[in-house]
């Protein structure tokens, strides 16, 4: 039986959505999606992906999808991983309507982030947790998530929502920070907490959500080793065999604004979910086995 029956459309080819899509493409599935059309490198990045066989739209806030109806006509599966602006979710302001008129559509996915919740001090967040976003970035994602979930009351769609911890992998990671010398300072600010996710592993729960989809479902997707940065970026040295850089107290670091926002939240993310009710077996289940794949 051909693949080809398949179709999974991808509103933006960023890291995560990528990995997945070249994933399903080697599984005979038909792949398409978007890139922005507004610059050089993206341009390189249209040609290697129409030699891979991708099939590239232009498509951002102010240039919404042309031939719409066309496009997404065969589409069994939608994948957006573009994050909302202040005005809100793109992808559903512009093209709602046509992804309700999907007539094949199987699954839909959104990708999310665990910045949801806010700050727990440290405590524990499960998917079924009340959201308290602490930056207007979060809050954005929050309500691009309700706008994502409503479409399974309203359309019958089967949507799903992937919460992701902080993305790593190939080209992605602190080893690659380090060795283009981005790294000053570790920050020292004992008992505070991030939970990472290796971009295959990403890649892995969509495929398996893929398989069994369940409306409305929602899906944390970390690893199982939440750690303070500083101890990574240690690690990270350890491997690269250099020293480490000096490690600052929090009040005393120089960040950027955006940077600072991230330290907003301190929790462990659940990932209880994917594993039990997914079957998902990380292929890096911690932040170690991650950077030592990627040495």
């Known amino acids: 039986m051909s693949h080809y029956s398949k179709h999974l459309f991808c509103f933006g080819l960023g890291f995560s959505a990528l990995v997945f899509a070249r994933r399903m493409k080697a599984l005979g599935w038909k792949v398409s999606g978007t890139i922005r059309p507004d610059s050089d490198k993206d341009l390189g990045k249209r040609k290697i992906l129409e030699k891979e066989g ?5 498509f951002e806030r102010s240039l919404p999808l042309a031939d719409v109806s066309a496009v997404l006509g065969d589409v069994t599966h939608i994948l957006s991983s573009i994050p909302p602006g202040k005005e809100g979710d793109c992808v559903l302001q512009l093209h709602a309507a046509e992804i309700a008129q999907c007539k094949n559509l199987e699954w839909a ?48 769609i089967s949507v799903h929502i992937f919460r992701l911890a902080g993305i790593y992998g190939p080209g992605r990671s602190p080893l690659d920070s380090l060795k283009s010398g981005k790294v000053k300072q570790r920050i020292d600010k004992p ?28 899906y944390n997707v970390c690893d199982n080793a939440p750690e303070e940065p500083s101890k990574v970026t240690t690690y990270a040295c350890e491997l690269l065999g250099i020293s480490p850089p000096p490690l600052v107290a929090f009040d005393q670091a120089e960040m950027s604004p955006m940077a600072r926002t991230f330290w907003l939240d301190n929790k462990r993310v ?26």
Do not use: M
């Open 54 to 58: 991708i099939n590239v739209h232009n």
């Open 191 to 218: 008992g505070h907490i991030f939970s990472r996710i290796h971009v295959e592993d990403i890649a892995t729960v969509l495929e398996a959500s893929v398989h069994k989809p369940r409306a409305g479902r929602i």
């Open 270 to 295: 659940d990932n209880r979910r994917i594993i039990t009710e997914l079957g998902v077996k990380l292929a890096y289940p911690d932040y170690q086995s991650g950077l030592k794949s990627l040495l």
């Open 109 to 156: 996915g959104y990708l999310s982030t665990t910045g949801v919740y806010g700050n727990r001090d440290g405590g524990v967040v499960f998917e079924d947790d009340l959201l308290a976003p602490s930056s207007p970035r979060s809050e954005q994602r929050a309500e691009a998530e309700k706008q994502w979930l409503a479409l399974v009351e309203t359309h019958d």
